[in-house]
């Protein structure tokens, strides 16, 4: 039965105390400025970063403590990718919830569930500001979602607090200052410089992940053991970071033309990906976008302490 099914839904809530979660009544915030949107365009985006980010994001939840028969929080889960690879790592035993304020989100991630050979993962729209689990949590955990927060930082007290002692707060952010072309590659900076201009229009932080020190640390939490990765190209071998970053643009078009940042026809959407990798590879340039930056932290666990 799918996991999208309500009464299947309410079902395995009851038979499985351990993972009841319950929604908070209060009307979720909406999130009014969220850049991205959640078009066709943009989900496509989310499913290919999802497959080249992913070897990075699983080596943090791993690092961070994040195993078999735990119970796991996904903030702003989205297409629901990093909760899958939570549910992969806590097994049959654990329980990874998903939560996410759009409800377009939440129904692409439960039919992704359902379609899963996972059976220990759930998704609910949800604000991080507001959710409340019903029983305490191993570890809240997210991929570019505190970069949207407008108070990351209390949010992350918030949610540390439905955190049983020893619990982890794991995050995959990032970090837009660092991108660059050499030698430049005109299209490729000016991509970069579009995008970081929209998302700084949408409010949303393209320095989320060298900032992940300080809102650990504004929001009363040891400090993290932080790594950052950059995703690179080189000359004609850039093709995944070249369609990243087509992606990026094609998803954010119609809202960089709403604000005339493009003329209409500065961007084929046909032709771009190939457009951008010519470039590249014609003048053998290193391109760099964002970098991904990733940071838990533990809770002191005061049994391990007294004992
Ligand atoms: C860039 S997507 C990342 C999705 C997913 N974590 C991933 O890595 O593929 C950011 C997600 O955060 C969600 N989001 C943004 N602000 C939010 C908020 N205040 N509360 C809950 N979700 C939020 C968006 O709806 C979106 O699905």
Redesign the pocket.
């Given at each position: 039965m799918p996991l999208t099914d309500l009464s299947w839904h309410r079902l395995f809530l009851i038979s499985r105390p351990a993972l009841r979660f319950r929604t908070c009544a209060r009307r979720l915030?909406v999130?009014a400025k969220?850049v991205?949107g959640?078009s066709d365009a943009e989900h496509r985006r989310?499913e290919f970063?999802?497959q080249l980010?992913a070897p990075i994001?699983r080596q943090l939840l791993v690092d961070a403590g994040i195993q078999e028969g735990m119970h796991v929080l996904?903030?702003?889960?989205?297409?629901g990718?990093?909760a899958l690879i939570a549910a992969d790592i806590v097994g049959d035993t654990g329980s990874v919830v998903g939560?996410?304020?759009?409800p377009t989100?939440i129904t692409v991630a439960r039919e992704r569930g359902a379609a899963s050979s996972h059976r220990n993962v759930w998704f609910e729209e949800?604000?991080?500001?507001t959710f409340e689990p019903v029983s305490p949590l191993d570890a809240v955990i997210?991929?570019?979602?505190l970069q949207?927060?407008?108070d990351s930082a209390s949010v992350l007290r918030r949610l540390s607090r439905l955190l049983r002692p020893g619990g982890a707060l794991a995050f995959?952010e990032i970090d837009w200052t660092w991108h660059r072309s050499h030698p430049p590659v005109p299209i490729w900076d000016r991509c970069c410089t579009l995008v970081t201009e929209m998302l700084a229009f949408g409010d949303a932080d393209i320095a989320s992940g060298s900032r992940i020190p300080l809102i650990f640390a504004e929001a009363g939490l040891p400090a993290p053991s932080i790594a950052m990765t950059t995703i690179v190209g080189g000359g004609a071998n850039s093709h995944d970071v070249v369609e990243r970053m087509a992606n990026l643009v094609l998803s954010l078009l119609p809202k960089m033309q709403d604000r005339g940042l493009v003329a209409p026809d500065e961007f084929d959407p046909e032709t771009l990906v190939q457009q951008i990798a010519d470039e590249v590879a014609a003048s053998a340039s290193f391109v760099a976008a964002g970098s991904e930056v990733t940071a838990y932290t533990r809770l002191p666990d005061h049994a391990a302490e007294t004992s």
């Open positions: 915030r999130v969220y991205f959640h989310l970063q999802a980010v994001t996904d903030i702003g889960t989205g297409r990718d990093v939560i996410d304020s759009a989100a949800g604000d991080p500001a997210g991929r570019y979602v949207f927060l407008a995959h």
